[in-house]
């Protein structure tokens, strides 16, 4: 499987990382080189932007693992008519559904409607 594939599988952490490095490039209180890159310079950091996320997942695809945004998939023997718990599908859903069990601790209300943490897609 050639690199761009593998970064294709991996969009979703590809874009994010991507657009956490034009952030750092160009947003006024942190490098804020807009002024100061030309059409040319710009065209430049994209393409060493992308190179900078694509190799990563192609090294990614023969190690294995998908990224930390990317749908996982579930097990087969997973009984879904009750939903799907949040902490069953990745990475990011596993921390998000430790935030909600942390955030309903601190609202009784919210506590009732989130129990475990796992309420939000139902």
Not at 6 to 33: E, H, N, Y
Not at 71 to 98: F, K, N, T, Y
Request: with cysteine; charged share 15%; aromatic share 2%.
């Amino acid at each position: 499987m050639n690199a761009i594939a593998a970064a294709g599988q991996r969009a979703m952490t590809c874009r994010l990382a991507q657009s956490v490095i034009r952030a750092l490039v160009f947003t006024p209180l942190l490098l804020d080189l807009s002024a100061v890159l030309t059409v040319t310079t710009t065209a430049l950091l994209a393409l060493a932007t992308r190179s900078a996320t694509v190799l990563p997942a192609h090294h990614m695809h023969r190690a294995g693992p998908r990224g930390p945004l990317e749908v996982h998939p579930l097990p087969d023997e997973l009984d879904r008519r009750q939903g799907i718990s949040l902490d069953a599908v990745s990475p990011l859903a596993q921390h998000l559904s430790q935030l909600i069990t942390q955030s309903a601790r601190s609202s009784s209300t919210a506590a009732k409607a989130t129990a475990a943490g796992e309420g939000l897609y139902r």
